[in-house]
């Protein structure tokens, strides 16, 4: 990623130069320093994890929820960062009962 020395503003890549969206400010690409950023494109989700077997105590912490599911007033729950760094994280939830995953925002 890069950013215009002009304005500040967030540079696209376009035709072998960085292009601001804002300004229009050109710079040229430099392949070397682009070898060492770091993209999204190619890069793995998240493995599944089985809990299946865990023993409770051993699942993490537990907090007073409603489950949509079963209406158990209590989950398990973790944070997530599922969009950009800039935005808060989301918290979902796991019934301690009918193991029904919800997350903080669903309705």
Known sequence: MEFC?????????????????????ERARD???ES??????????????DTSEVEAEDM???TDA???ECGNDRAFWE????RAA???E???????????????DDH
Do not use: L, Y
């Open 36 to 49: 060492s950023m770091v993209t999204t494109q190619g890069q793995e989700e998240s493995e599944i994890v």
């Open 5 to 25: 020395d002009d304005c500040g503003s967030m540079m696209k890549a376009e035709d072998g130069v960085w292009v601001c969206g804002s300004c229009g400010a």
């Open 90 to 104: 989301t918290r979902f939830f796991t019934c301690t009962e009918c193991d029904h995953k919800w997350r903080e």
């Open 79 to 82: 944070m997530k960062q599922i």
């Open 60 to 62: 993490g912490p537990t």
């Open 31 to 33: 392949a070397a320093d």
């Open 66 to 68: 409603h489950c949509p």
């Open 86 to 88: 800039d935005e808060s």
